[in-house]
């Protein structure tokens, strides 16, 4: 009995946690730029298993290789909800005929305006060339400035801030809410940025 009162509670404390970590919340780690500036690589996160996915939200989500049938967890935004209407014109997007403000994107559309990324993307010759060569931040996967996207019943259309270089439902379509695994919501890696992210 004496035992149960001085170890009981650490016990709790180490179950619920355990729980917690199984149903609630899990950490994962950034890889590839896809997400910058918002969120660079190796970035440790702690993500929260929702239902409630909203628009502009960052995610991550269950990505399967259609070569190889692997599975990888990728961080996108959402950018589509299902049955949603996008529409990206010179970098202006729409959604449902509505314009929505992309404030996350500012920095990086300011330095492609001002010498297409080439400074920023110093450290990879190739991203410098995807960027020299688009007409526009925001393209199709084709290289188009001015293209629509309906986003299927069920289906969300995610993708990356950093639009020239990141991967995502432009080339490999919608995930539907089973392949999201949950919504980011604190960095805590590195500790000088260690936060809530937007």
Known sequence: MKVLKEWGPFVLIILIALLLRIYVWKPVIVEGHSMDPTLADKERLIIVKTVNIKRQEIVVAKEY??????????????????????????DVLTINGKVVEEPYLKDYKAKFSKDKLQETFSYNGFFQELAQNAAAFTISAT??????????????????????????????????????????????????????VD
Do not use: C, H
Not at 156 to 185: H, I, T
């Open 143 to 196: 290289g188009e400035t001015n293209f629509t996207v309906t986003v299927p019943k069920g289906q969300y259309f995610l993708m990356g801030d950093d639009r020239l270089v990141s991967q995502d439902s432009r080339q490999v379509g919608a995930f539907s809410k089973k392949d999201l695994v949950g919504e980011v919501k604190l960095r805590i890696w590195p500790i000088k940025k260690i936060g809530t």
């Open 65 to 90: 290789d259609r070569n190889s049938g692997k599975e990888k967890n990728i961080v996108k935004r959402v950018i589509g909800l299902p049955g949603d209407t996008i529409k990206f014109d010179a």
